[in-house]
């Protein structure tokens, strides 16, 4: 009997897709629910598994070809299927009885037996010390991981550009004039199209303002331990502040939690804060449905959930579609200062940074304070200065005095 492998319907805002990497040969046993290929669209990556156990027969389409929703890719006969070729030494089998006792994704594993990485060496960053793609990527680029000499990975631009997740870090040759050409992903090429479209069909300004960390910093070594205790392990962050402290100046400010549609101006009676997560293949933006009805405690599980789930390419269409206002971090990087663009058709985003100590004058005296710079980034066509401004002035102040938050004052 023989199974169609289907591409997934994609939703009406993904037209079609690349297949990125097949995992298996024609000719090869799969196992049901086995991951056979990643399909790239425009946001996400898809893992298509095996609906049933047995043989794959018949691959239709390619690595790099476009495909369309519920199109058929390759072709299952079901049962027991060949054997898999057993490992070549002891060693081998050792290190393939090794790797399955532990915690990794499909690909993850796939990639490790591709290079020859013992999955055991390699610590994982998942969801319980799961082992991510990215992980491995991490392993191959470590000099202790490498065994070939640099020319010969130059030689090899056929490899790297059939796996996106690998290109991502181009290593050359020092001193060398080497240049390495490789395909842009879906997924970045829609993340420049955005942003130019951003720039150029948006009257984009960007204001500043600075927040003592202090109130929410002791705040949240006081109650962490607690925190953590009460909400099931989940982490006390400043992230959770933010999104909260967003939620009420949005409710004061409704303006900038609108958008524009054509000639009209969408007013929202909700805010679906986007967190921006950067991944290996390029920053997506999960978006926290309903945040104003959320908690401290569920904001920072959903947030937490959305970057492990980000790593592993496990975010849906659905996850990371809408969203009425973006928050993005470049602190975690080390930026003291930026410029964020905003992710249409939103009206405003807001860029946290850097906490670093400054001297700063209070009541007439220089105190040492950690301090962050913030930035908003607007639609002047539908915000104007002043309620861009205030709404900034808010956040700050929601921030230097939390109780205003729980008080909604």
Do not use: C
Not at 22 to 46: C, Q
Not at 106 to 130: C, F, Y
Not at 173 to 180: A, I, N, Q, W, Y
């Amino acid at each position: 009997m023989t199974i169609e492998i289907k591409v997934p319907t994609f939703p009406e805002s993904v037209q079609d897709g690349n297949i990125a990497t097949w995992y298996k040969k024609p000719g090869e046993a799969v196992s049901r629910d086995e991951l056979i290929v990643d399909i790239e669209t425009d946001k996400v990556v898809l893992e298509v598994v095996a609906p049933a156990s047995g043989t794959l027969s018949e691959i239709m389409k390619n690595e790099g070809d476009t495909v369309l929703s519920n199109e058929i890719i390759a072709v299952i006969t079901e049962g027991e299927g060949g054997a898999k070729p057993a490992a070549s030494s002891t060693e081998e089998n050792k290190s393939s009885s090794d790797n399955s006792e532990i915690i990794a994704s499909p690909s993850a594993k796939k990639l490790a037996e591709e290079n020859s990485i013992n999955l055991g060496s390699v610590s994982g960053t998942g969801k319980d010390g799961r082992i991510t793609k990215e992980d491995i990527v991490a392993a191959i680029s470590a000099p202790a991981a490498k065994t070939e000499s640099a020319p010969a990975q130059v030689d090899a631009p056929k490899t790297a550009a059939a796996k996106p997740a690998q290109s991502v870090n181009v290593e050359l040759p020092v001193g060398e004039r080497v240049e390495k050409r490789v395909p842009m992903t879906r997924l970045r090429s829609r993340i420049a199209e955005r942003l130019l479209e951003a720039s150029q069909n948006s009257a984009m300004l960007t204001t500043f303002n600075e927040v003592n960390m202090s109130p929410v910093m002791e705040l949240r070594s006081k109650y962490k331990d607690q925190f953590e205790k009460t909400h099931n392990g989940t982490r006390l962050g400043f992230m959770g502040f933010f999104v909260k402290a967003v939620v009420e100046a949005l409710k004061r400010y409704p303006v900038v939690n609108a958008s524009i549609d054509g000639p009209d101006v969408v007013y929202h009676g909700y805010q679906d804060i986007g967190v921006a997560v950067s991944t290996a293949k390029g920053l997506v933006v999960p978006v926290l449905r309903n945040a104003e009805n959320m908690g401290l405690a569920d904001v920072e599980a959903t947030i937490r959930d959305f970057g492990l789930r980000g790593r592993d390419g496990k975010l849906s269409i659905e996850d990371i579609t809408g969203g009425t206002f973006t928050i993005t971090n470049g602190g975690v990087f080390g930026s003291l200062m930026s410029t964020p663009i905003i992710n249409p058709p939103q009206a405003a985003i807001l860029g946290m940074h850097k906490i670093q100590e400054r001297p700063m004058a209070v009541d007439g005296e220089v105190k040492i304070l950690p301090m962050m710079y913030l930035a908003l980034s607007y639609d002047h066509r539908l915000i104007d200065g002043k309620d861009a401004v205030q709404f900034l002035v808010a956040i700050k102040d929601l921030l230097e005095d939390p109780a205003r938050i729980l008080l909604e004052i």
